[in-house]
C-alpha cells in the first residue's frame, strides 16, 4: 500500500521548516525537497514539468499552491492597487499599466 503523506500543514501552508529536515532548510510538506530548488529550476532553463518529472515526491498541487502563496505575499506590501489588478492581468484584461 502506498504512503500516504500530507500536503499540507494545517494552516494551508506547502513549504515548512524543521530543525531535523536537511538543518531547517524550508521544504515541501511531506518531502525532503528544497522549496529552493523549485525556484532555481527556470533560472537554469528547466519546466515545472521538468522539475515534478526529477523529484516526484513533490506534487503538482504543492509547486501551484507554493507559487500563488509565494505571489500573494510579494504582492501583500504593494498594496490593494496592484491586487486588484493582477488578476485581470492574468486573464489577458490588461495589457498595460501605468504606473501610479
Request: hydrophobic share 40%; proline share 11%; with cysteine.
Amino acid at each position: 500500500m502506498p504512503e500516504i503523506r500530507p500536503l499540507t500543514l494545517a494552516d494551508g501552508s506547502v513549504v515548512h521548516s524543521d530543525a531535523e529536515i536537511l538543518s531547517g532548510t524550508p521544504v515541501f510538506v511531506g518531502t525532503r525537497v528544497p522549496v529552493q530548488t523549485l525556484v532555481d529550476y527556470p533560472e537554469g532553463g528547466y519546466s515545472v514539468g521538468e522539475f515534478l518529472d526529477n523529484f516526484p515526491s513533490v506534487r503538482r498541487e504543492q509547486v501551484h499552491t507554493f507559487l500563488e502563496q509565494a505571489t500573494q505575499a510579494l504582492l501583500l506590501p504593494l498594496g490593494p492597487a496592484i491586487r486588484e489588478v493582477l488578476p485581470r492581468v492574468k486573464t489577458g484584461q490588461v495589457c498595460h499599466v501605468d504606473p501610479p
